[in-house]
């Protein structure tokens, strides 16, 4: 890799600039931590550690049940779950058939669940046994291509004294109804011999992973990721954390075998798909599986607990966790210390809660930057302490290219310092949107002979190389980390019989200006009357939690530009003029 502006003053000198990648499928990196270490610990549930032996043996089950169902290379299947320890084997399992995984968020209704089916052609589909879970995958299966259906009870993964008592007291999450067609997951380990069948796979070219995005628009469309786009994303990471010795000396990777990543993050998502569970497979290292981050009393005490007990090394979080961590009043009686490097995404990380927490945990924390459409990690800030820049996203990765270009055609390149549209190269990127050529077009550039991504994001390199983010080109809404997107929420509004129009913006919370809010505004038709807690509970049963308004306003009219696009930009500026 030729030397880019980021290499000159503060990138790492023990960080390689590029690296070789194996050229093979990515559930070859389960295969060779069993067969290297078979008894070791991999996922952590409920004080039970399941060994990478069993979880290749899930694996292999799986591939071997889908192909029964003549599902292999070319299809798809879906995902319905929360961090739960069925997560890694079905995911490589997918993989293992020959089929592409397809995350969904657990916590869809059953019409945004329905769309995902739909729109990916999922023939398939695995469920969190639950009393919500269950009966909105049913729903949201209709009229599609789904015709395996398998639900995934948590009682396999609990110890069997509290198995045997939740059963009997009725406290274990379980679906108050099965259809005739619904298979079990335990049935298929029980039934099925551990001999996934024999697929051919293309690293650059097969996809392992779609994954959806709101994208520019805010039209949900499915990122397709190959085998080699998380693959080398995972060995990107590997190579750019280096932490110093704490009794000093030169800067030292993770190590293999010996790290414990903790599952904070949701699965279904990019960043804590890629970043944490696969990358616990690629070190060989333990995963804490954590379904719900904000569980206890106060919240997040269980995650704190959670690390405690299991000793985490590695963690992913968004800003929000971070600064709900060090808010918890009873976080100083937990031992934090086994923490050693810590990243953060999805939102602008305030030096301010990036200090404390370090004060309080003793680890390193590092920003980063990426999008669902590069696997998700482009960008990071050293890990190395003196080396960081607050501020900014940090710089490039090993072998990615990231470029400033104008934003009126996103096609000339703007000089070091000038303000424009990032643009991403890399081994990472994906290959395009799912059956979306057009939208695909709309995103990639060629440039100087390197295929580019148009992030959307508007930013500058700074005089030490490093990239800064200004303004955001999409209208996207920041929850928590999570991105909602306003389009995609008004066409959900536009289903409720009173609605004439809708419009959704994003406002900044007043106890964390980093974190947003969904609020929307409602043109009634004529003659209808409504309240905003009629809205909000309205939305409870259509979109998923953080989609949902905060507050609901009823307008009589919308402002909107000369061929009638609403301008969404008057609404929040409006809004901001009031606080």
Same mark, same amino acid.
């Given at each position: 890799m030729e030397?880019m ?5 503060? =990138? ?7 690296l070789?990648?194996?050229?093979? %499928?990515? !559930?070859?990196i ?6 290297? &270490?078979?008894?070791?610990p ?7 550690? &399941?060994?990478? #032996?069993?979880?290749?043996d899930h694996a292999d ?24 320890p069925h ?9 293992? *058939? ?6 969904c968020?657990p916590?869809?209704k059953a019409n945004?669940?329905n769309f995902?089916?739909?729109? /990916?052609?999922a ?9 919500? !879970?269950t ?10 291509d ?8 948590i ?7 509290k198995?045997v ?7 274990? %999450?379980?679906?108050?109804y ?7 997951y335990?049935d298929?380990?029980?039934?099925y ?10 690293p ?16 949900p469309?499915g #990122?397709m990721?190959t ?10 990471f590997?190579e750019w ?16 075998g ?5 599952g904070?993050?949701? =699965? ?5 798909l890629?970043l ?9 290292s ?15 005490s ?8 299991y000793k985490?090394t590695?963690? &992913?979080?968004?800003?929000a ?9 009873n976080?100083g009686k937990?031992?934090l ?6 990243? /953060?995404?999805?939102?602008?990380l305030? %030096?301010?809660?990036c ?20 696997s998700?990690?482009t960008?990071?800030n050293p /890990?190395?302490k /003196?080396?960081?820049k607050f501020? *900014? ?5 090993p ?8 934003i ?20 990472q990127?994906m290959?395009?949107? =799912? ?5 695909t077009?709309?995103?990639?550039r060629?440039?100087n ?13 700074d005089?030490?190389?490093f990239?800064v983010?200004?303004d ?12 909602a ?5 008004e066409?959900?509004f !536009? ?6 129009? #809708?419009?959704?913006?994003?406002l ?10 969904v ?5 009634l038709?004529?003659?209808e ?8 509970? =309205? ?5 998923a939690?953080y989609?949902r308004?905060?507050?609901v306003?009823?307008?009589?009219s919308? %402002?909107?530009?000369?061929?009638g696009?609403?301008l969404?930009?008057?609404?929040r500026e ?6």
């Amino acid at each position: 890799m030729e030397k880019m502006p980021w290499h000159k003053s503060r =990138w790492p000198e023990t960080v390689k600039k590029s690296l070789d990648y194996p050229e093979e %499928p990515l !559930f070859q990196i389960l295969d060779k931590i069993t067969a290297e &270490h078979p008894e070791s610990p991999s996922t952590i549930f409920d004080g039970i550690s &399941h060994s990478f #032996a069993e979880v290749k043996d899930h694996a292999d089950r799986i591939a071997n049940f889908l192909s029964s169902k003549g599902i292999g290379k070319g299809d798809r299947v879906a995902i319905f779950l929360p961090n739960t320890p069925h997560y890694p084997p079905i995911f490589f399992g997918i993989l293992k *058939s020959g089929a592409t995984a397809v995350t969904c968020n657990p916590s869809y209704k059953a019409n945004e669940l329905n769309f995902q089916l739909k729109d /990916s052609g999922a023939k398939a589909i695995f469920v969190f046994d639950h009393p919500s !879970f269950t009966p909105t995958s049913y729903e949201g299966m209709k009229g599609t291509d789904v015709k395996v259906h398998v639900i995934c009870s948590i009682k396999r993964y609990l110890p069997k004294a509290k198995a045997v008592l939740g059963g009997l007291l009725g406290k274990i %999450p379980k679906g108050d109804y099965y259809e005739e067609f619904t298979e079990f997951y335990d049935d298929i380990i029980e039934q099925y011999e551990p001999k996934a069948p024999a697929v051919s796979i293309k690293p650059k070219e097969d996809l392992a992973l779609i994954l959806y995005t709101g994208g520019t628009t805010g039209t949900p469309k499915g #990122a397709m990721l190959t085998h080699n786009n998380l693959y080398s994303n995972v060995m990107q990471f590997d190579e750019w954390v280096q932490l110093e010795p704490k009794e000093g000396g030169h800067p030292e990777k993770l190590k293999p075998g010996e790290e414990v990543f903790v599952g904070a993050l949701p =699965w279904y998502h990019s960043y804590g798909l890629t970043l944490t569970m696969v990358a616990s497979y690629a070190m060989g290292s333990s995963l804490i599986c954590i379904p719900d981050p904000r569980a206890g009393k106060p919240p997040l005490s269980e995650l704190l607990a959670e690390i405690q007990k299991y000793k985490g090394t590695i963690m &992913h979080c968004v800003p929000a966790l971070y600064a709900g961590m060090i808010n918890n009043p009873n976080v100083g009686k937990y031992d934090l210390s086994s923490l050693k490097a810590c990243g /953060s995404g999805a939102a602008p990380l305030p %030096p301010e809660l990036c200090k404390r927490f370090e004060d309080v945990s003793g680890a390193t924390l590092f920003e980063g930057y990426g999008l669902t459409e590069t696997s998700p990690m482009t960008h990071a800030n050293p /890990s190395i302490k /003196s080396l960081r820049k607050f501020g *900014s996203i940090g710089v490039p990765l090993p072998d990615t290219y990231a470029t400033i270009l104008d934003i009126e055609t996103g096609k000339k390149e703007l000089k070091q310092g000038e303000t424009g549209e990032i643009a991403i190269s890399g081994p990472q990127v994906m290959t395009g949107y =799912w059956n979306k050529p057009d939208e695909t077009d709309e995103v990639m550039r060629t440039i100087n002979g390197k295929r580019y991504f148009l992030t959307g994001d508007i930013g500058h390199i700074d005089e030490d190389g490093f990239f800064v983010i200004s303004d955001r080109k999409k209208d996207m809404i920041n929850v928590g980390g999570l991105k909602a997107y306003p389009r995609e929420i008004e066409d959900i509004f !536009f289903e409720h019989p009173k609605v004439a129009m #809708a419009a959704v913006i994003g406002l900044p919370r007043e106890e964390d200006p980093t974190n947003e809010y969904v609020k929307a505004y409602i043109v009634l038709k004529q003659g209808e009357t409504a309240t905003e807690e009629e809205f909000i509970a =309205w939305a409870k049963d259509h979109m998923a939690g953080y989609k949902r308004p905060r507050e609901v306003k009823f307008v009589d009219s919308l %402002p909107m530009t000369a061929v009638g696009k609403v301008l969404r930009r008057e609404l929040r500026e409006a809004e901001l003029a009031k606080k």
